[in-house]
């Protein structure tokens, strides 16, 4: 079956970055999409962007243009957000989520709380 | 972006029937499909899809859960309601880019 799974939580200083990984299994990784988001605990959910195994292209959310960088690693089935120059409104749930297509989403790994703290 | 509008809040009785609605500020509707899904999420995990494209039920979900409607207003329909579905419900549109999510409607038991 379908699984996504996510590192583990994130405690990181303000100004630093943060690599965070959504490792996949039941499905073929390499043509397809997936997507990453942002909740705020107690707050409804963004979209970040998404990326396409198969060749790496990414569309973003202007919001997070230079604040998330998407890649993959088809040899791990595995994809990876990188979020920059941390501030504490990045403080938040991480989900990755994967499309088989017309932008809803079937399968999603269980989130990453990432906490920007001094 | 297309800004999605839900009401905060619903309080319903156990067996009842719940309907939460979401309404866009754009038309959602692209070729014969209406680009609107639904999720719940309970506290603490991740959002678990309910309803695509408007009204196709997602699997495994139960038929207790309908949707329904077109462009611009969209329904989420719960019935009857049981204790397992107290949770928040997001509607989210995939019509443009960026995908956008509703505020959320939290779900109580009267």
Redesign the interface.
Known sequence: QVKLQQSGAELVKPGASVKLSCKTSGYTFSTSYMSWFKQIPGQSIEWIGMIYAGDGGTGYNQKFKGKATLTVDTSSSTAYMDLSSLTTEDSAVYFCAYTEGMGYFDYWGQGVMVTVSS | DIVLTQSPALAVSLGQRATISCKTNQNVDYYG?S?M?W?QQKPG?????LI??ASNL??GIPARFSGRGSGTDFTLTIDPVEADDTATY?C?Q?RN????????TKLELK
């Open positions: 499909n680009y899904h999720y995990q991740q959002p678990k899809l695509y494209l997602a699997s997001y989210q995939s880019l960026p995908w956008t999510f509703g505020g959320g």
